[in-house]
């Protein structure tokens, strides 16, 4: 049986690897599809949206009050719409630390629009998809605001069950999509795309209609659907989502919101859209382990786990659990590994205050267990390791990884297996 703790690994680990996206499971519409890593700020989705033919509002972007201001000025538009820029959804709805209510706000002066970002910037907004404490706000998107008669919803996104993109769209937009999914789901519509022959005429004109635009408007949106779908496609996209897809009393379809998440497996061929990852919003930890190839997952117990491998990983969490501990975190040191990242990977196991012990557990296949074990050393010597630590190594030269630890004159406590590792960590915190 897996434990709890073992199912939360599981989730961060399979949020790691697989983010799912707008359309959660509870979507009849849709199955959960592959969430990836990368997810840009609604201003350079937009960018690239505005770049091919898809029309959104102006905006400028602002990283202080008084930007804001000059940017409201120099937009000259009847109304200024300002938006707090965090990757989640939801802002309209959301709340800042400084007390401000709304993420998105309508107004026709710019003076306003200094005062409110005065409130956003440098604040947490916390949203229905945020976590409790909210997200920190670093930068504001001033635009040109427009008049919404109509809000509808579209999205692209590759799906898993149909084998390739699909559209799904709902003329009730606007809203959380998994609202309407969940209330009315004949307002759902659907188009499979074949990636290879393309999106057809027919197929965004049936989806313009079914989202309910009528007459030229018709035109109008297919066309905005058609290069919605080709940027997807372009771009190595998972997910395009345009909420609101709306309409304005002058006979425009605009993309108001924008959301696209990307295939991380195309970073080799989408350097520049990759270079503008915003990592400011993952936890520091997280980013620093990336700086040294190494994925770090904390949780909330007290034994840190060093491991090789998403499965050894869970397996750990769940080995610990059984034998009544308690995993803080684990590091994956991946596959072709240096000494320098062994000592990194220390560095930060250890620099949670809650660990109170480590568990090394290490198959060397492709990895050397000597390179492992000089890493250990080298560490627990230049770190001054004060809590215990049991090593676990398997496979590739663990015979000379052996001596290397037995050798060094450090308590390492060395476990036959996994089984005894596990009891050998959790004694020594049971121990203390
Ligand atoms: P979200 O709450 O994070 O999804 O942010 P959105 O960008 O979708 O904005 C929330 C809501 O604000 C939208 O659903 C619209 O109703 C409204 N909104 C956003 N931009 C404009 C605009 O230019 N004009 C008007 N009238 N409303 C807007
Ligand atoms: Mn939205």
Same mark, same amino acid.
């Given at each position: 049986?897996?434990?709890?703790?073992?199912?939360?690994a599981?989730?961060?680990?399979?949020?790691?690897?697989?983010?799912?996206?707008?359309?959660a499971?509870?979507?009849?519409?849709?199955?959960?599809?592959p969430?990836?890593?990368?997810?840009?700020?609604? &201003?350079?989705?937009?960018?690239l @949206?505005?770049?091919?033919?898809?029309?959104?509002?102006?905006?400028?972007?602002a990283?202080?009050a008084?930007?804001?201001?000059?940017? *409201?000025?120099?937009?000259n538009?009847?109304?200024?719409?300002? /938006?707090?820029?965090?990757?989640?959804? +939801?802002?309209?709805k959301?709340?800042?630390?400084? +007390?401000?209510?709304?993420g998105?706000?309508?107004?026709?002066?710019?003076?306003?629009?200094g005062?409110l970002?005065?409130? @956003?910037?440098g604040?947490? $907004?916390?949203?229905k998809?945020?976590?409790?404490?909210?997200?920190?706000?670093?930068?504001?998107m001033v635009?040109?605001? $427009?008049?919404?008669?109509?809000?509808?919803?579209?999205a692209?996104? @590759?799906?898993?069950s149909?084998?390739?993109?699909?559209?799904? +769209?709902?003329?009730?937009?606007?809203?959380?999509?998994?609202?309407?999914?969940?209330?009315?789901?004949?307002?759902?519509?659907?188009?499979?795309?074949?990636?290879?022959?393309?999106?057809?005429?027919s197929? *965004?004109?049936?989806?313009?209609?079914?989202?309910?635009?009528?007459?030229?408007?018709?035109?109008?949106? *297919?066309?905005?659907i /058609?290069?919605?779908?080709?940027?997807?496609?372009k771009?190595?996209a998972?997910?395009?989502?345009?909420?609101?897809?709306?309409?304005?009393p002058?006979?425009?379809?605009?993309?108001?919101d924008?959301?696209?998440?990307?295939?991380?497996?195309?970073e080799f061929?989408?350097k520049?859209?990759?270079? @503008?990852?915003?990592?400011?919003?993952?936890?520091?930890?997280?980013?620093?382990?990336?700086? &040294?190839?190494?994925?770090?997952?904390?949780?909330?117990?007290?034994?840190?786990?060093?491991v090789?491998?998403?499965?050894?990983?869970?397996?750990?969490?769940?080995?610990?659990?059984l034998?009544?501990?308690?995993? *803080?975190?684990?590091?994956?040191?991946?596959?072709?590994?240096?000494?320098?990242?062994? &000592?990194?990977?220390?560095?930060?196991?250890?620099?949670?205050p809650?660990?109170?012990?480590?568990?090394?557990?290490?198959?060397? +296949?492709?990895?050397?267990c000597?390179?492992?074990?000089?890493?250990?050393?080298?560490?627990?010597r230049?770190?001054?390791? /004060?809590?215990?630590?049991?090593?676990?190594?398997?496979?590739t030269?663990?015979?000379?990884?052996?001596?290397?630890?037995?050798?060094?004159?450090?308590?390492?406590?060395?476990?036959?297996?996994?089984?005894?590792?596990?009891?050998?960590?959790?004694?020594?915190?049971?121990?203390?």
């Open positions: 049986m897996a434990s709890p703790v073992a199912a939360q599981r989730k961060l680990l399979r949020d790691l690897a697989l983010r799912p996206p707008l359309l499971a509870r979507s009849q519409a849709v199955q959960l599809t969430r990836r890593w990368l997810n840009l700020q609604e &201003y350079q989705s937009k960018k @949206m505005s770049d091919n033919g898809v029309k959104v509002q102006r905006f400028f972007v990283d202080s008084n930007e804001a201001l000059e940017a *409201a000025k120099r937009l538009a009847k109304e200024i719409v300002l /938006k707090a820029q965090i990757l989640a959804g +939801g802002r309209g959301g709340v800042f630390s400084s +007390g401000l209510k709304g998105v706000h309508l107004t026709k002066d710019p003076q306003v629009v005062q970002a005065k409130q @956003m910037i604040y947490n $907004l916390a949203t998809q945020t976590p409790k404490e909210g997200v920190k706000v670093n930068k504001v635009a040109e605001a $427009l008049d919404i008669s109509r809000e509808t919803y579209l692209i996104l @590759m799906d898993r149909c084998n390739g993109p699909v559209l799904v +769209g709902s003329p009730q937009g606007g809203i959380d999509i998994e609202e309407v999914a969940a209330s009315n789901p004949e307002l759902i519509f659907k188009e499979e795309i074949d990636i290879i022959e393309g999106i057809k005429d197929q *965004a004109q049936r989806m313009a209609e079914n989202l309910g635009f009528l007459g030229p408007l018709k035109n109008q949106a *297919a066309d905005q /058609k290069k919605l779908y080709n940027l997807f496609l771009i190595d998972t997910q395009v989502e345009v909420n609101p897809f709306g309409e304005t002058g006979g425009q379809v605009v993309c108001f924008a959301k696209i998440n990307f295939d991380d497996n195309a061929r989408q520049d859209i990759f270079a @503008m990852d915003d990592k400011s919003e993952n936890e520091p930890i997280e980013n620093e382990a990336a700086k &040294y190839d190494l994925k770090y997952i904390g949780l909330d117990g007290n034994i840190a786990c060093f090789n491998g998403a499965g050894l990983a869970m397996a750990t969490c769940d080995i610990i659990f034998n009544g501990g308690k995993p *803080a975190n684990f590091l994956d040191l991946g596959g072709g590994v240096k000494e320098a990242q062994v &000592y990194q990977a220390f560095k930060l196991l250890t620099a949670d809650k660990v109170e012990a480590i568990l090394v557990n290490i198959f060397g +296949g492709i990895v050397n000597a390179i492992i074990a000089n890493g250990i050393t080298k560490a627990c230049e770190l001054e390791l /004060k809590v215990p630590l049991v090593v676990r190594l398997e496979g030269n663990v015979h000379e990884a052996q001596n290397i630890l037995s050798n060094s004159g450090l308590p390492i406590t060395s476990a036959v297996d996994l089984e005894d590792a596990a009891k050998k960590s959790v004694a020594s915190v049971a121990k203390k």
